[in-house]
């Protein structure tokens, strides 16, 4: 049997903290699935950390991917996150 496979896209702007705890949340849940999965987080060079806390926290966990776009606009965010997308299956989470 094929393992699904999901490409999660998380258009983000300056919610380090909403962001932290909504990957505190779900990253427990997939881990304990056979789902394959990535997680794209597109944002717009946030002024609150977000990136440096990411990385603090994910640094080295290959499954999460960061992404800065210029220009913020969220269907420019979530353009990028599925450029980027490894799977066929996408959940955007904004």
């Known amino acids: 049997m094929k393992k699904f ?3 999660i896209i998380i258009p983000t702007w300056n ?3 909403k ?3 909504l990957l505190k949340n779900i990253l427990p849940k997939l881990e304990k699935t056979d789902i394959k999965y990535q997680i ?3 944002d717009s060079y946030s002024s609150d950390g977000t990136q440096i806390a990411l990385q603090n926290l994910y ?3 290959h499954k ?3 992404h800065n776009i210029k220009i913020n606009s969220i269907s420019r965010k979530r353009n990028e996150g599925l450029k980027n997308a490894k799977f066929a ?3 955007f989470l904004d």
């Open 5 to 7: 496979k999901l490409s």
């Open 15 to 17: 919610r380090k903290k």
């Open 19 to 21: 962001l932290i705890k």
């Open 40 to 42: 794209h987080i597109c």
């Open 59 to 61: 640094g080295r966990n």
């Open 64 to 66: 999460i991917l960061f």
């Open 89 to 91: 299956n996408i959940l």
